[in-house]
């Protein structure tokens, strides 16, 4: 699916191909567009705006499989990858296992940065399904929260964890 | 905001085109410092060569004497690597501390040392490893010492167009110790930090090497200090050493701390490096 060169077409856009959400995209960017503008833009505003300089961790996506600041990374490197935002974990109807969690713990106040935090729970619990709490502190590192003050988080991903393995 | 981004897939293909484009061009791997600067204004360049997916860049192996880890390198690839742990531990000891876990899927170890900050965690190992880097332009090869180039924040020493091909540790016995701090416990830049690399033979300290970020304008090393501790009993050495260090280094007081601090700081990192031996 990858490209050579991505150069400008008469509009001043490129066109990327990538997989958002399991659906197959061809869009055209700005250069200077970030991901995170890319994916708003396509109406997934279930990711957040915060900082915009990487610092709050709250524009988290997937990106082939590891959880990556949406806001620092430049739409056109996803060409030719696959991308999951919030979107593409569960719905009102249908929660995720760690959407439930989050609820069930009480980790969800303002909400601003839950997003953020089941991404990147959700990039940890693919990779290590029973974590420990200084691994789930580690894979958090990167996700303010001005709420709740970070012990509900780790209560609700042993919950998540606990809840996929059924 | 650029006009082209030029994807590379092998040095050879990047050499042939680039000379070609419009000269205000730079390389790009992960993007994020580059995005940032593009956003704060601060980038102007009209062509973004894309280097992030040139195999050679993203090899880590073993060369001989040496190990080679190309630039495109993700830093959280560090953590986990065989090769780096058994050779290089303190890179992949920098890693936990290095910004937050989705920065370290994105971020290159090249692009950590391109942008030249007195407080790059992978600099710091580098130093401390007695890294060279290897630079090439044009398919010619040079290889210099990690530091040699670094000259102040965002200045780096590099002819146009020329390309961080990686970096060559060689296979050396030593153990490591990377200590940071920041305001936070973690996912934050350095108000100081130090990397040492060093060997125990009888009791006495073999092949020592020190570096410290945040003291200076870039990353450096503390050479007398590593001399004195030269065949020294750590923990015996320790006061000397600790007072040498001091005076080795002019710290600016700036947003993140001061100058008094960090030379406390780092002092009382050697001492608890020294202890820990």
New interface residues.
């Given amino acids: 699916m990858k490209k050579k060169e991505l150069s400008l077409d008469k509009d001043g856009k490129f066109d990327i191909s990538f997989v958002l959400n399991a659906k197959e995209l061809k869009v055209k960017i700005s250069g200077d567009e970030t991901l995170l503008e890319l994916i708003r833009r396509l109406g997934y505003k279930g990711t957040k705006k915060g900082c915009d300089t990487g610092d709050c961790g709250s524009c988290t996506v997937i990106v082939n499989k590891k959880a990556t600041l949406s806001c620092i990374i430049p739409a056109f490197l996803v060409d030719g990858c696959e991308v999951t935002t919030i979107e593409g974990i569960g719905s009102i109807s249908n929660p995720h296992p760690i959407q439930e969690a989050f609820v069930e713990a009480g980790a969800v106040q303002c909400g601003y940065c839950v997003p953020g935090m089941i991404m990147s729970t959700k990039a940890l619990l693919d990779e290590n399904g029973s974590p420990s709490d200084e691994e789930i502190k580690h894979a958090l590192d990167g996700n303010l929260c001005r709420c709740t003050g970070y012990v509900k988080q780790i209560e609700a991903v042993n919950i998540a964890s606990k809840k996929i393995k059924k | 905001?650029?006009?082209?981004?030029?994807?590379y897939?092998t040095l050879k293909d990047l050499w042939k085109s680039v000379k070609k484009l419009p000269s205000d061009r730079k390389y790009?791997a992960?993007?994020?410092d580059?995005?940032?600067s593009?956003?704060c204004g601060n980038d102007k360049s009209s062509v973004?060569l894309?280097i992030?997916?040139i195999d050679r860049l993203k090899e880590i192996k073993e060369d001989g004497k040496n190990i080679f880890i190309g630039a495109a390198v993700k830093i959280?690839e560090l953590e986990s690597n065989p090769l780096i742990k058994k050779w290089a531990s303190a890179l992949s000891e920098c890693v936990?501390y290095y910004?937050?876990?989705?920065?370290r899927?994105?971020a290159t170890l090249g692009g950590n040392y391109a942008n030249a900050s007195p407080c790059a965690d992978g600099v710091l190992a580098l130093a401390a490893l007695r890294a060279k880097v290897m630079l090439n332009l044009y398919d010619k090869r040079r290889v210099v010492d990690i530091l040699s180039i670094v000259k102040g924040p965002k200045k780096i020493d590099l002819k146009k167009d020329e390309l961080i091909e990686g970096f060559i540790v060689s296979k050396e016995e030593r153990k490591s110790i990377f200590m940071k701090m920041m305001h936070r416990k973690?996912?934050g830049i350095a108000k100081a930090g130090l990397c040492m690399c060093y060997k125990l033979e009888k009791g006495k300290l073999r092949d020592v090497s020190i570096s410290l970020s945040s003291v200076a304008p870039s990353v450096v090393r503390a050479k007398k200090t590593e001399e004195y501790l030269e065949g020294k009993n750590p923990s015996k050495a320790q006061t000397k050493a600790c007072q040498l260090i001091r005076e080795e280094i002019s710290p600016l007081t700036d947003i993140r701390s001061t100058s008094d601090y960090r030379m406390r700081i780092v002092s009382v990192f050697l001492s608890r490096a020294l202890c820990s031996i």
């Fill in positions: 905001m650029p006009e082209y981004i030029e994807k897939y790009l992960g993007g994020t580059l995005v940032i593009l956003s973004w894309d992030s997916d959280s936990k910004a937050s876990p989705s920065i899927n994105t973690r996912f």
